[in-house]
């Protein structure tokens, strides 16, 4: 156990680097959710697929970095066809019936993820620019793209919370989440702007798939996994607070990480029992915006 | 109505009929649809009459099926008499830790802590060694229902079990019918309606929604202990929120908020299902019946918001009117 310190910073880097990829995801859940009123269970879905369309470009192209444009282009049309073709009927109803049109939407992904990639495991390479390590001690190194992961996380972040708080259409975005009726009628088009936060939203998800397929691989099954994982993360945080998400994100990123070191056979219950114990004592979560 | 109940008491007639046809297979089909029905009529009470959209319903299941087979004895049979209250008091008594949890939350919260929790118990029984982990664990012998040593049926004979679980569905039908019209079922919709104005009406809204999980998670227990019965096995897939989800989805198809849309919705789902899986139609498609079934899904959410029931309903309340004319 001579190198134990440096074992444990190793994970808690990953463990950073996983919550600040689920805080990716789970705002842009949280940004459907919160100004639409959508529960998106596809959410995962849109991961699923941004990695493995990251594994099929980087197979055709033979580069990340010219599929990542062609990627997102193609994710943010799909999530505006979705959102103009079925979501837009769905805002009045309640939340059961989104919660079933997205579970079918669910089914057809991954069917469709079967009947064109099959049901194996593939690896995505990382790009050559980005595979050294920096080495920590004689024995052990941490891998740089995982350094990348992190800061694309946190620079996307950065460029929300511009966008949201600092700009015009960010305003927009807030009023309309407040009264729609109200922002409707001072003549802005609401309709597009739920159309785009929607694809922008989803957009986001496939980003969090892409950056994160060269380190996790892509896999059946990997969007359901995450998503649950997604929905921890916004119940413990508090719908609505991007703060909350953000500071729990990086709290279960961590306890799974460490968890599944330490206890690798209850590493799949941990975060729940976590979520547990946070409900217990805020059942509105870590931060509620009221 | 009198109509729609007519059209009731003949399918009610033309499901008993099956096993007449002598065919396994349909008396097996047949079987599994009806302890869905159970499982779905159970939700129905959820979310139908206490407006609870539950995701993780599916664990209730699971734990019971477990129980079942973590009781029996390996290689003989247990009593059916002690052996299913137990399972019973399992789930409830589950649902009762977890149901004082999940109901501090309400909305869509409580659609993803259920789902959350349907999970962790899902990850308990996948990651852990207490039943078999991911490969799951079989029950060899089905418990027997034998009185003084006398054998009043035999669960291993598909029939027998036809039986069995056809009078269980209708009991858990009529019960939860008497339990929707009793003051409790009428406290539930109120609270599903405005809990607000029923608070003030002196309703204090856990006691009642606790009640309705707890019962709705001991009737799904029950679906759960019948399931393990007849396929003899049991694995983690069985508490996974897929398995919530569908039968959330049959419970829609068939319509929320009437017991028979419950019934209705697992028929048509499971038949559906057999035929998009079915080689002779589809050939090699088949394999992907959940493409069919995932666009199904969508149409009927945008199509048929009210489920089948709604058409059935129609249907018993024209004919009348044509009659009087």
Redesign the interface.
């Known amino acids: 156990m001579n190198g134990w310190p440096s074992e444990f910073f190793i994970q808690l880097l990953n463990g950073i680097q996983y919550g600040l990829l689920l805080f990716l995801l789970a705002s842009g859940l949280s940004l459907i959710?919160g100004i639409m009123g959508v529960?998106n269970?596809a959410h995962g879905s849109f991961y699923m697929v941004g990695a493995y369309l990251a594994f099929w470009l980087a197979r055709e192209i033979g580069n990340l970095w010219l599929a990542i444009p062609i990627e997102l282009a193609m994710v943010l049309l799909i999530g505006v066809i979705l959102e103009s073709t079925?979501f837009s009927?769905?805002y009045h109803?309640d939340?059961?019936?989104q919660?079933?049109?997205s579970?079918?939407?669910?089914?057809?992904f991954?069917?469709?993820r079967?009947?064109l990639f099959g049901d194996d495991v593939h690896s995505v390479p990382v790009p050559p620019l980005l595979s050294a390590s920096i080495p920590l001690t004689g024995t052990l190194s941490y891998p740089v793209y995982r350094l990348f992961i992190s800061g694309a996380c946190l620079v996307v972040a950065g460029l929300m919370y511009v966008v949201i708080q600092k700009t015009r259409i960010g305003m927009m975005i807030r009023a309309g989440s407040t009264n729609r009726e109200m922002v409707q009628s001072l003549g802005i088009n609401i309709k597009l702007i739920y159309r785009w936060v929607f694809a922008i939203g989803v957009t986001l998800a496939a980003l969090a798939g892409l950056i994160a397929a060269p380190v996790s691989s892509v896999y059946p099954g990997m969007g359901?996994q995450i998503l649950?994982i997604c929905?921890?993360v916004?119940?413990v945080g508090g719908?609505g607070s991007i703060k909350g998400a953000m500071i729990s994100a990086l709290i279960i990123g961590i306890v799974d990480t460490l968890g599944q070191v330490v206890l690798p056979?209850?590493?799949?219950?941990a975060v729940?029992?976590l979520?547990?114990v946070i409900?217990?004592w805020r059942?509105?979560g870590l931060f509620r915006v009221a | 109505m009198r109509i729609g109940r007519f059209i009731l008491v003949l399918g009610a007639v033309c499901v008993a009929l099956v096993p007449l046809t002598g065919a396994t297979f349909y008396v097996q089909l047949v079987s599994k649809i009806m302890i869905l029905a159970i499982f779905a009529m159970s939700l129905d009470l959820l979310v139908g009459s206490a407006g609870l959209v539950s995701l993780g319903h599916a664990a209730f299941f699971g734990v019971a099926g477990y129980g079942i087979a973590l009781l029996s004895p390996k290689y003989q049979a247990a009593s059916l008499w002690w052996t299913l209250p137990a399972v019973l008091i399992v789930s409830a008594a589950l649902a009762l830790i977890v149901g004082l949890l999940v109901l501090r939350t309400s909305g869509v919260y409580f659609i993803m802590v259920t789902l959350a929790f349907g999970q962790m118990l899902y990850y308990l029984f996948h990651d852990t060694k207490l039943g078999g982990g991911s490969d799951g664990i079989y029950l060899y012998v089905r418990p027997e229902p034998s009185i003084a040593g006398y054998r009043l049926f035999d669960l291993e004979k598909p029939v027998h079990f036809f039986y069995f679980v056809f009078v269980i569905m209708l009991g858990v039908y009529f019960l939860l019918k008497r339990i929707l019209v009793s003051p409790f079922g009428h406290v539930l919709a109120g609270l599903r309606v405005n809990e607000q104005r029923m608070r003030s009406l002196g309703f204090p809204p856990i006691p009642y929604k606790l009640g309705a999980f707890v019962l709705a998670a001991t009737l799904t227990g029950l679906a759960g202990y019948l399931s393990a019965c007849q396929f003899g096995f049991v694995n983690p897939e069985m508490l996974s929120w897929h398995y919530s989800a569908t039968v959330l989805m049959m419970l829609i198809l068939g319509g929320v908020a009437r017991l028979h849309g419950a019934i209705l919705g697992a028929f048509a789902y499971v038949l559906l299902q057999e035929l998009l899986a079915s080689q002779a139609l589809f050939g090699a498609i088949a394999k992907h019946w959940q493409l069919g079934m995932g666009v199904l899904i969508v149409l009927s959410v945008l199509l048929l918001p009210n489920g089948l029931a709604s058409l059935f309903d129609q249907l018993s309340r024209v004919r009348p009117t044509q009659t009087s004319q």
């Open positions: 959710f529960l269970l079925l009927r769905l109803r939340h059961l019936q919660v079933l049109l579970f079918g939407l669910i089914l057809i991954e069917e469709l079967s009947i359901s649950i929905f921890v916004v119940v719908i056979e209850f590493s799949g219950v729940y029992l979520m547990a409900l217990l059942p509105q």
